[in-house]
């Protein structure tokens, strides 16, 4: 009898519920938009009571479609965005509500620290720069600015472990997830007193819950949640992991060859290795899904959340695929010469400082919204780029392709830029929710069905199609890429503390 694992994915703008087979075959799936809270500039939010009934009714949606018996559902888990933060309160209900990984208001938190040799001092204990969307940052500034809700907070957690708890009753926080965090030591992977008294937050140690690793299991449906969900009640549930893990396991990533490429809400670039990369040299380092490996990462929130903010002012009265559809093909209309716009993906803070803002440059009377567009795609890529080149230096030997995630594999035109700007081989995986394929897949090592998440993903992952780079359009991508950089270099400097508030 044919048996299935759930993954529940809870990205930057959505909640998606997927039901694979052990084949890694997608057999149903529901997702609905979550709604952004935005009280305050740089402030960005979601209503935790409201993203727990939306799990529950893409879980039950994605059981109805499929027909599958709840019986032969068996595991259930979980991928999340990282950063952020969910506070779950001694009244046994949401703090707060939920601050979301594109959360810039603790940036001068983050100066202070830099100004001061805390993150510095704290980089030889994670090997992590200091985000201001990181639950550390957060948490300082929730400190300083709403001491009462910490006050009132039983347990901190990511989205997914918060989910999780709901689904269980069982509070853990995840390790792949936390280690991001900058609240765990990288070399002994536990929560570190040194750390928390650097950062001026031991009063929070009591409320961080118990680590545990990805495919650990982590309790199993209550009745309550069964009667929510369509579940079966005592379903084994699973860790989950942190977004970036699940889809570099949802490629197959399983040693150093390749550099994961997400384009999602953030802009992900990373790959993994034995050891951290010391020096600040990368961003950020974390504990990877797979034992014994770490993810060497840059990141920043200046992907394709920029994207579909201009395709919300630009064409609102468009919605879904059809809104995608004729984006796709008014950029594909304009080719890489035809116009000479720089686009910097900035709306949601900078790639090394939240206080800059996007720019668009050199925009005139007789450009249409093909060409903003374009622009646009062409700014995130050079984004993207700016970071792997970053991680490529930072590696022994350089990586020779990259392997692409994220909403843009659904355009081949994009997809292509990506292999044409980067200016090397990009690989596609043959599945459409990596986010959810890889927390299946914890959730099918949890059940007993995998031995490992290794061996999970050589049964689960199937590979698509490889875009090569065509050398015409990377030498003019690569002139253009030259000029972003010098713009960047000439702007970013005038947002300074305070301005554009």
């Known amino acids: 009898m044919t048996k299935y694992v759930m993954g529940v994915d809870h990205g930057g703008t959505s909640t998606k519920a997927v039901l694979f087979d052990l084949q890694g075959h997608a057999v149903a799936s529901a997702h609905q938009a979550t709604p952004l809270l935005t009280p305050a500039p740089g402030h960005t939010e979601r209503d935790m009571e409201a993203l727990w009934g939306m799990n529950c009714r893409v879980i039950r949606s994605a059981i109805e479609e499929s027909g599958v018996d709840p019986g032969d559902i068996i595991g259930v888990s979980f991928s999340g965005h990282g950063k952020?933060?969910?506070?779950?309160?001694?009244?046994?209900?949401?703090?707060?509500?939920?601050?979301?990984?594109?959360?810039?208001?603790?940036?001068?938190?983050?100066?202070?620290?830099?100004?001061?040799?805390?993150?510095?001092?704290?980089?030889a204990r994670t090997f992590q720069s200091v985000l201001a969307s990181q639950p550390v940052a957060l948490l300082r500034w929730l400190m300083e600015n709403e001491p009462q809700a910490?006050?009132?907070?039983?347990?901190?957690?990511?989205?997914?472990?918060?989910?999780?708890?709901r689904m269980t009753g069982v509070a853990r926080g995840e390790i792949t997830d936390l280690s991001?965090?900058?609240?765990?030591?990288?070399?002994t992977a536990d929560y570190d007193g040194e750390l928390l008294k650097l950062f001026g937050l031991e009063c929070v140690r009591d409320k961080l819950p118990p680590l545990a690793y990805s495919s650990e299991l982590c309790g199993s449906v209550t009745q309550e949640c069964a009667a929510l969900?369509?579940?079966?009640?005592?379903?084994?549930?699973?860790?989950?992991?942190?977004?970036?893990?699940?889809?570099?396991?949802?490629?197959?990533?399983?040693?150093?060859?390749?550099?994961?490429?997400?384009?999602?809400?953030?802009?992900?670039n990373e790959y993994i290795a034995r050891q951290p990369v010391a020096g600040e040299s990368v961003k950020m380092n974390s504990l990877y899904c797979l034992p014994g490996y770490y993810l060497a990462e840059e990141c920043s929130p200046t992907s394709a959340s920029n994207y579909d903010w201009f395709l919300n002012l630009l064409c609102p009265e468009m919605e879904g695929k059809a809104r995608y559809d004729w984006a796709n093909a008014q950029v594909q209309a304009v080719g890489p010469e035809e116009q000479q716009m720089l686009f910097m993906p900035y709306l949601f803070g900078g790639c090394d400082d939240a206080r800059a803002k996007a720019v668009l440059l050199g925009m005139e009377a007789w450009h249409s919204r093909a060409h903003l567009l374009r622009a646009v795609c062409e700014g995130i890529v050079y984004s993207h780029r700016k970071q792997v080149e970053r991680l490529q230096r930072s590696r022994a030997l350089p990586a020779q392709a990259v392997r692409l995630a994220g909403g843009?594999?659904?355009?081949?035109?994009?997809?292509?830029?990506?292999?044409?700007?980067?200016?090397?081989?990009?690989?596609?995986i043959d599945a459409d929710e990596l986010g959810a394929l890889g927390a299946a897949m914890t959730a099918a090592v949890a059940a007993g069905a995998y031995e490992d998440l290794g061996r999970a993903a050589?049964?689960?992952?199937?590979?698509?199609?490889?875009?090569?780079?065509?050398?015409?359009?990377?030498?003019?991508?690569?002139?253009?890429?030259?000029?972003?950089?010098?713009?960047e270099r000439t702007v970013c400097g005038l947002f300074t503390e305070g301005e554009g508030r």
């Not at 049964?459 to 010098?486: C, H, I, S, T």
């Open 84 to 123: 952020g933060l969910y506070l779950w309160g001694k009244d046994q209900r949401p703090v707060r509500p939920g601050i979301v990984s594109t959360d810039s208001r603790a940036h001068a938190v983050v100066e202070r620290w830099k100004a001061g040799g805390t993150a510095r001092r704290a980089y």
């Open 408 to 428: 843009v594999v659904r355009s081949p035109h994009w997809v292509q830029m990506f292999a044409d700007i980067f200016k090397l081989p990009v690989e596609t």
């Open 458 to 487: 050589a049964a689960m992952v199937r590979e698509g199609k490889v875009y090569l780079p065509d050398p015409q359009n990377a030498a003019a991508y690569d002139r253009k890429f030259q000029q972003y950089l010098r713009m």
């Open 229 to 268: 969900t369509g579940l079966r009640a005592g379903t084994p549930v699973a860790a989950g992991l942190f977004d970036i893990d699940a889809c570099a396991i949802g490629m197959n990533i399983v040693d150093d060859s390749r550099i994961a490429v997400i384009a999602g809400t953030w802009a992900i």
């Open 180 to 187: 991001g965090s900058n609240l765990v030591n990288l070399q």
């Open 150 to 165: 910490l006050e009132q907070t039983q347990y901190i957690f990511g989205v997914k472990d918060y989910i999780r708890y």
